[in-house]
């Protein structure tokens, strides 16, 4: 299932203006499309601060000016061919290895079983060798086209997944650093989805109580932020990293952020 025809009459995508007013219609629903926003800020990031060299051989990926009259402010158009493609191969992968008749759904929400089955999926989609601290791997766009997402990008994509899915229980939360997911009924379920700190060390699945219980400083004592739709799109733009090296931003990106 690919995009609705209602998100389709956004695009092209031209400059900042452009992108908000995806975003704007996005955040009147009840449900706005993660997978999608994210996808077009992990688009716009790569070619402005990973790959800032106008490419000539891209098919799809060209760049506009923000000003009329500064032409050295460019932006990428945002087509709607290359994110509806990246869009399918996200859902499909998602659709097609999880089957929702194998676990168990109730009235109260998803199973442990199935959030951890998605996780799994994620992580399986992972490289399984790359340095998790590097900037620019927290969108749907770093894990469709590199393989690649930092901790709280991973736990990001499993609700993302979920979302695909229909598990609407199933929420992002956070802490200053850490990341995990909330589901069931009233968000009362608990589930690690991707690794801890600097280490590799994998608790995927398991609930956050034993953390909470020792007071570690990653669950800030069970009082951590419980993420709604808005919220997990609000991190998602404050996710983005406009840094282009040590010392230099993207100004594009900045105006983008605020």
């Given amino acids: ?18 992108v908000v007013r995806l975003f704007t219609a996005e955040l009147r629903k009840s449900e706005p499309d993660l997978a999608l926003l994210s996808l077009v800020l992990g688009f716009v990031e790569h070619f402005l601060a990973v790959n800032r060299v106008i490419p000539i051989n891209v098919p799809g990926v060209r760049f506009e000016p923000l000003e009329p009259d500064c032409p050295s ?5 945002v087509e709607l061919g290359m994110i509806s493609a990246l869009y399918e191969r996200f859902t499909a992968q998602i659709r097609g290895a999880v089957d929702l008749s194998q676990y168990r759904r109730t009235s109260a929400g998803s199973s442990r079983e199935l959030v951890k089955k998605v996780s799994d999926v994620i992580w399986n989609s992972l490289s399984r060798s790359y340095f998790k601290d590097r900037a620019h791997i927290q969108s749907l766009f770093s894990l469709i086209t590199g393989t690649k997402l930092d901790s709280s990008g991973v736990a990001f994509a499993v609700v993302a997944a979920c979302q695909v899915l229909g598990l609407k229980d199933v929420h992002l939360a956070l802490s200053e650093d850490h990341a995990w997911v909330i589901f069931g009924k009233n968000g009362e379920e608990t589930a690690e989805v991707t690794w801890h700190g600097k280490g590799n060390e994998d608790r995927r699945g398991q609930t956050v109580s034993v953390g909470v219980s020792e007071k570690s400083w990653l669950y800030l004592k069970g009082s951590y932020m419980k993420c709604d739709r808005n919220m997990e799109v609000a991190f998602m733009v404050c996710a983005i990293n406009p840094s282009l090296d040590l010392h230099t931003d993207s100004s594009e990106l900045l105006q983008l952020q605020q």
Avoid: E, V
């Fill in 1 to 18: 299932m690919g995009l609705h025809t209602a998100q389709k009459k956004y695009f092209p995508l031209r400059g900042i203006d452009g």
């Fill in 73 to 77: 402010s460019c932006f990428p158009t």
